[in-house]
T-cell receptor, first 112, second 114 residues
């Protein structure tokens, strides 16, 4: 079946550091890939997405490239801020009607 | 815009009690779904609906019922609560069936079953 694997957290960084959160997936077809972010006490929000191989999704300084050859969709940001502290979820959708499969989430903690 | 509204925000139940988690959206979205979030397990799909009158099971449907009588509302019913149902529940909606449509999430209901 479809699955998503994320790196264990928490990831602890200082402000302005470079961020990478690894995500790999297993899917039978050609999924769409997503990163969602969850701030404390809130629901998940879409951060970025990519719908086919070699697509790059980007938003708010975050980027992720759909790598079919390595089945990966790693999240990166060049310079993190304290306000980026949140839980980040990688997800895939391989079927219609948005039956998303989520990873376990990675908590990011950014200190001043 | 209200978006996706979930009530209540917190709930404590005793084993065997029943309750309904409410979810309403004001965006005229066709697709609605319920997820549960547990530590170390991410989000798992409980039930989903592709339109009024149509529902289907997700990955972990046991112990939960749903109905979709209107486009706006998608309540989740626990008929006999169990401690294993202690979790944070999220309702989500999207405009249609396209797999690329992003989900819009509510702020969640934290349920504790003792």
């Amino acid at each position: 079946g479809n699955s998503v694997t994320q790196m264990e957290g928490p990831v602890t960084l200082s402000e302005e550091a470079f961020l990478t959160i690894n995500c790999t997936y297993t899917a039978t077809g050609y999924p769409s890939l997503f990163w969602y972010v969850q701030y404390p006490g809130e629901g998940l929000q879409l951060l970025l997405k990519a719908t086919k191989a070699d697509d790059k999704g980007s938003n708010k300084g975050f980027e992720a490239t759909y790598r079919k050859e390595t089945t990966s969709f790693h999240l990166e940001k060049g310079s993190v801020q304290v306000s980026d502290s949140a839980v980040y979820f990688c997800a895939l959708s391989d079927h219609g009607f948005q039956k998303l499969v989520f990873g376990t989430g990675t908590r990011l903690l950014v200190s001043p | 815009n209200a978006g996706v509204t979930q009530t209540p925000k917190f709930q404590v139940l005793k084993t065997g009690q029943s309750m309904t988690l409410q979810c309403a959206q004001d965006m005229n979205h066709e697709y609605m779904s319920w997820y549960r979030q547990d530590p170390g397990m991410g989000l798992r799909l409980i039930h989903y609906s592709v339109g009024a009158g149509i529902t289907d099971q997700g990955e972990v449907p046991n112990g939960y019922n749903v109905s979709r009588s209107t486009t706006e509302d998608f309540p989740l019913r626990l008929l006999s609560a169990a401690p294993s149902q202690t979790s944070v529940y999220f309702c989500a909606s999207s405009p249609g069936g396209e797999r690329n449509s992003p989900l819009h999430f509510g702020n969640g209901t934290r349920l504790t079953v003792t």
